[in-house]
């Protein structure tokens, strides 16, 4: 024996019905009193003229097009955060690509280096005294250069903003 089962109130009639025995619809045709079968989208009996159509029950059950819209609300989201993330890909492109892209803007490349800076100087950018240079961050791995036997002291610009940043880094992982 098979069962029917209604898309609208979920209830199974016995046998091959044409209507459900709990709400009355029809299963997946348009019935016209005479139960001439008719597509869905009609609108008058092909065979009759009759214009008293059934109800077909919905194409799916009530709880999938439920699903059916969360789905489409999901998709959505994901839609939107996708794009959301091309944009700021695009601005982040568009931030970094003048210097990329115009490059007889600054025809002398920067030295990446920086300017060659003198202790007290490096003192004065990282705020400290030269005597703290000396005793404390040189040991630690401050990058410098020895010049001559006078054993002079050169930092470069860019390298101890470098070095200072990536200790300031290092620290923030540690905590
Ligand atoms: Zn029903
Ligand atoms: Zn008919």
């Not at 404390?136 to 410098?144: K, M, T, V, W």
């Amino acid at each position: 024996m098979s069962l029917s089962y209604c898309y609208n109130c979920g209830k199974f009639t016995g046998g091959k019905p044409l209507f459900c025995g709990n709400c009355g619809r029809s299963y997946d045709v348009k019935l016209c009193p005479r139960l001439h079968q008719n597509p869905r989208g009609a609108e008058v009996c092909s065979q009759c003229g009759s214009r008293e159509l059934s109800t077909p029950q919905p194409k799916i059950p009530m709880s999938w097009r439920l699903l059916a819209l969360l789905a489409r609300l999901g998709l959505g989201l994901l839609l939107f955060y996708a794009s959301l993330s091309l944009v700021i890909a695009l601005l982040g492109f568009s931030r970094s690509s003048p210097r990329q892209s115009y490059p007889q803007h600054c025809p002398q490349r920067p030295d990446p280096l920086g300017t060659p800076l003198a202790i007290r100087d490096v003192a004065r950018l990282i705020g400290c005294s030269a005597w703290t240079v000396r005793q404390s961050y040189i040991p630690q791995g401050l990058p410098h250069l020895r010049s001559g036997p006078s054993g002079k002291l050169i930092f470069y610009r860019e390298q101890v903003v470098r070095w200072i940043l990536e200790r300031q880094q290092k620290g923030r992982q540690r905590i």
